[in-house]
Nanobody, 115 residues
Framework: QVQLVESGGGLVQAGGSLRLSCAAS????????MEWYRQAPGKQREWVAR???????SYADSVKGRFTISRDNAKNTVYLQMNSLKTEDAAVYYC?????????WGQGTQVTVSS
């Protein structure tokens, strides 16, 4: 069983930065894919970024060049560094881990971006 807990959300001005963390209760080394999603009010949840255990990363076009996903296997934590934040980045951010085909979700952390 894997439990994921996000943190690091908050209020930031447009153009600012935040770093989200997703801490896993177990070893994330065995979690092949770690991802970040977000959901804004009234919108569907959308994929933001992915990190695989092989070391590859990928990003949604809307965040490419501004967001960076990274993972620290020693700390069982995945990060999402968000720079140059825009008002449209405001959402609840969720991390998801996929381990042996099973998906695990965190409870989410709120990111608010003021203009």
């Amino acid at each position: 069983q894997v439990q994921l807990v996000e943190s690091g959300g908050g209020l930031v001005q447009a153009g600012g930065s935040l770093r989200l963390s997703c801490a896993a209760s177990g070893s994330i080394f065995s979690i092949r894919t770690m991802e970040w999603y977000r959901q804004a009010p009234g919108k569907q949840r959308e994929w933001v970024a992915r990190s695989t255990s092989e070391g590859s990363t990928s990003y949604a076009d809307s965040v490419k060049g501004r967001f960076t996903i990274s993972r620290d296997n020693a700390k069982n934590t995945v990060y999402l560094q968000m720079n140059s934040l825009k008002t449209e980045d405001a959402a609840v951010y969720y991390c998801k881990g996929t381990r042996y085909g099973k998906e695990y979700w965190g409870q989410g952390t709120q990111v608010t971006v003021s203009s």
